[in-house]
T-cell receptor, first 116, second 112 residues
Framework: GAVVSQHPSRVICKSGTSVKIECRSL??????MFWYRQFPKQSLMLMAT?????????EQGVEKDKFLINHASLTLSTLTVTSAHPEDSSFYIC????????????FGPGTRLTVT | GNSVTQMEGPVTLSEEAFLTINCTYT??????LFWYVQYPGEGLQLLLK?????DKGSNKGFEATYRKETTSFHLEKGSVQVSDSAVYFC???????????FGPGTRLSVLP
């Protein structure tokens, strides 16, 4: 089946610094990638949707200047958390879809971000 | 707007017990329904799906039937194993948008 990887799997950063998380589709080209945030023992909340080569669409309440998303190629999307604060600590999960007509999303393993 | 409600966990069962995790939804039109499973420290994996009323999704001994009249998609398994311990998410996707709406998740622990 389709595989989506994320890097890093865990990251610890200091408050005020920025951290970049990569999401890659390994064996297919992803026309659309999604970024989710999952708080402890809670469900996934969609943060933004990105289509290759165009600007990301952010969900209501998500600061686009704080969570920078770049979908520069059909196999790579990056999420950069800028000026991180402890409240940004969370589990970030990406997913990728190959075809706009398809419902199938393939999820990455997630990245646990801890801001100290 | 669209929403998904799941029974609150955690659910703790003994091995070989019968499992039911309730899921109900609110949506306009005719959404597709999904169950995803998240094992500890991992991302989500699609467990099963149903795209129209009365469809039954099944995989790895799990089943769920799309019930339009009760707007439900309950997950069942006849005999759970320790390896089924995970968090289970019910989700829907409507036919107009491209986004999923996830339920809050139900944590299942199966004891040997």
């Amino acid at each position: 089946g389709a595989v989506v990887s994320q890097h890093p799997s865990r990251v610890i950063c200091k408050s005020g610094t920025s951290v970049k998380i990569e999401c890659r589709s390994l064996d297919f080209q992803a026309t659309t990638m999604f970024w989710y945030r999952q708080f402890p023992k809670q469900s996934l909340m969609l943060m933004a949707t990105s289509n290759e080569g165009s600007k990301a669409t952010y969900e209501q309440g998500v600061e686009k200047d704080k969570f920078l998303i770049n979908h520069a190629s059909l196999t790579l999307s990056t999420l950069t958390v800028t000026s991180a604060h402890p409240e940004d600590s969370s589990f970030y999960i990406c997913s990728a879809r190959e075809d706009r007509r398809s419902y199938e999303q393939y999820f990455g393993p997630g990245t646990r971000l801890t801001v100290t | 707007g669209n929403s998904v409600t799941q029974m609150e966990g955690p659910v703790t069962l003994s091995e070989e017990a019968f499992l039911t995790i309730n899921c109900t939804y609110t949506a306009t039109g005719y959404p597709s329904l999904f169950w995803y499973v998240q094992y500890p420290g991992e991302g989500l994996q699609l467990l099963l799906k149903a795209t129209k009323a009365d469809d039954k999704g099944s995989n790895k001994g799990f089943e769920a039937t799309y019930r339009k009249e009760t707007t439900s998609f309950h997950l069942e398994k006849g005999s759970v194993q320790v390896s089924d311990s995970a968090v289970y998410f019910c989700a829907l996707k409507d036919n107009y948008g491209q986004n999923f709406v996830f339920g809050p998740g139900t944590r299942l622990s199966v004891l040997p």
